[in-house]
């Protein structure tokens, strides 16, 4: 049987592209001599479609497409996934997350997905109504299964933990299935696809059967998709695995030789090309073509900005560096190498000109002539003004670069290196952006080398370091992974050589700044916990650590 794999980049509510990519991948396969096209979960809506579910006018439209993608189809079957309605109408919710199976103008199957993820960023169970059985379908002489995403998730063996009742999977091997077919929007994480390899491998050895699985890859809000389809043998062996982070359309044959599953791709890497591509389709699926960066001459602002001349080019991309009278020559020198190495636009505007009215109304306001963070802070916001009125009036976004361990506790400034339409390193370890930078520089030194290497620092005061009021980032980010990521708390943390003084105190401050991550631009989720909709902490809360003191 010969299969034609569409890993395509679909986008949220544009029904009309999103089945003229479904239309091409099916027209690509057909010239190639495929028996099967396969294209990704929600293909027609695109994945995750949200509260337009809640929008009759979305749905009857998507249906549409549903019906005009059936009509199109010939003797090779289409796969492809779209919402369906729930017949049953008088209860439930009102529609499914199905998988299509379509050929010579009729449906042969529509298999709704059994298992619905509610937890992290997923919220199917908002939206969706489960199915209640799976069914074999015939092509080709095969009993083949469908199945859709989180529907081969079910492995408690091998996850850790029983998340489901029903196992689709079995159910379906119980019907004497041939060959199993999974159409998918799995969000990519760091390490997540030779999780899902070594899950899909098990299932194909386990039952005797091959298994073709199809990934959306691209980007929609802070999600990230890797693509990274992948074919594997009745004995567990990979026989094709798809380009990670890119589109991607191949015939593959079942009877194909085994290769190496897993592309070489370190943990550096990885993130560094799911941030690029992130970053391209937020800023474009968004109306977007320009982006404008604060350069600090620091390490953030840098990987930054690289990132984005790699996504976008480096015509979309200005930078802007505001010195204020705590900045040192060599920041400006840095962030000015930077804008030249990357040959993107530069400007520089001094803040202090626009600082000195503040300090002098401070002074005013508070009746005594002081320097405190309020000062400080009051720099971050002049520079975020700034950057907004170059969005302002160019129309360009702002990207903001501030990382996951300084938002974790705190270390940014509303209204100041917060703003922006979106938090590219929001879910990356300021230990891991070194590790980027290292990357970004593969081939030339794009991001100078003192940025790499000095102190970092907010310079908002005179000798500033990140270290005056924060560990060292090995040490925070050691701490907050494991709390974060791996929902330790205070004496496992402590357990594994952490200061159990510090760890209390990093606990709290990540507890306590949960506001102020609330207010911030959305990021790109390369972690298997990032802040947003995937971490549902409340703000307003008095849970803490000490003993219960109670009233007798």
Same mark, same amino acid.
């Not at 919710?93 to 103008?105: C, L, Y």
């Not at 997923?122 to 489960?130: I, K, Q, S």
């Given at each position: 049987m010969k299969i034609y794999i569409g890993q395509i980049n679909t986008t949220v509510g544009a029904l009309s592209s999103n089945a003229e990519l479904i239309r091409r991948a099916y027209d690509e396969g057909v010239a190639a001599g495929a028996d099967i096209v396969m294209v990704p979960e929600l293909a027609v809506t695109g994945y995750p479609p949200r509260d337009l579910l809640d929008r009759t006018v979305f749905v009857d439209a998507a249906l549409d497409v549903r019906d005009a993608l059936v009509a199109m189809t010939g003797d090779t079957v289409l796969i492809f996934g779209c919402i369906t309605k729930n017949e049953r109408g008088w209860c439930g &919710? +009102? #529609?499914?997350? *199905?998988?299509? #199976?379509? %050929?010579?103008? &009729? #449906?042969?199957? !529509? %298999?709704h997905k059994m298992l619905l993820p509610t937890y992290d960023v997923?919220? !199917?169970?908002?939206?969706? /109504? +489960? @199915?209640? *059985? #799976? &069914?074999i379908v015939e092509l080709f002489g095969k009993r083949v299964g469908v199945s859709i995403c989180e529907d081969f998730w079910y492995d408690d063996e091998r996850m850790g933990f029983k998340l489901y009742c029903d196992n689709p999977v079995d159910q379906l091997a119980r019907q004497d299935c041939e060959l199993f077919l999974n159409i998918s929007a799995s969000p990519f994480n760091s390490g997540k696809r030779r999780t899902r390899y070594a899950l899909f491998s098990e299932i194909a050895s386990r039952y005797h059967a091959p298994v073709v699985y199809v990934n959306q890859v691209g980007g929609n809000d802070e999600l990230l998709f890797d693509g990274s389809s992948i074919v594997i043998d009745a004995e567990g062996r990979t026989i094709f695995c798809a380009n990670a982070f890119e589109e991607h359309s191949t015939l593959v044959e079942l009877a194909g030789a085994p290769c190496d599953s897993i592309q070489a791709l370190d943990e550096a890497e990885e993130i560094g090309r799911a941030l690029i591509l992130g970053m391209r389709d937020y800023i474009r699926k968004c109306g977007f073509r320009d982006v404008v960066i604060g350069l600090s001459g620091g390490i953030d602002s840098a990987v930054t900005a690289a990132i984005a001349v790699e996504a976008l080019g @480096? /015509?979309?991309v200005t930078g802007i560096a505001m010195p204020s009278k705590f900045s040192s020559q060599g920041s400006i020198d840095d962030a000015r190498d930077l804008a030249k190495n990357l040959g993107i636009a530069f400007h520089i505007v001094e803040i202090d000109p626009v600082y000195q009215p503040y300090e002098q109304t401070f002074n005013a306001l508070f009746g005594e002539e002081k320097f405190d963070i309020t000062n400080e802070n009051v720099q971050a916001r002049i520079r975020g003004n700034i950057l907004m009125a170059w969005s302002n009036r160019t129309g360009a976004m702002v990207v903001s670069t501030g990382n996951k361990s300084e938002l974790a506790v705190g270390y940014c400034t509303l209204y100041g290196d917060m703003c922006g339409g979106l938090a590219l390193l929001g879910d990356v370890y300021k230990t891991m952006v070194y590790r980027v930078a290292e990357w970004l520089n593969r081939d030339r030194a794009v991001i100078p080398r003192s940025s790499i290497t000095k102190a970092p620092s907010a310079e908002l005061r005179p000798n500033q370091t990140d270290q005056d009021s924060l560990p060292p980032y090995d040490v925070l980010d050691g701490i907050l992974k494991l709390y974060i990521e791996d929902w330790k708390e205070v004496d496992e943390i402590a357990a594994t050589g952490f200061d159990r003084a510090l760890v209390e105190k990093i606990l709290k401050m990540t507890d306590t700044n949960e506001f102020k991550r609330r207010q911030g631009a959305p990021t790109i989720r390369v972690s298997s916990k990032a802040f947003g909709s995937g971490r549902q902490m409340p703000i307003a809360q008095r849970w803490r650590r000490e003993p219960a003191r109670w009233v007798h």
């Open positions: &919710k +009102p #529609v499914h997350n *199905s998988a299509i #199976v379509a %050929q010579n103008g &009729k #449906v042969l199957l !529509e %298999q997923f919220d !199917e169970l908002r939206y969706f /109504e +489960p @199915a209640t *059985s #799976v &069914k @480096a /015509e979309h």
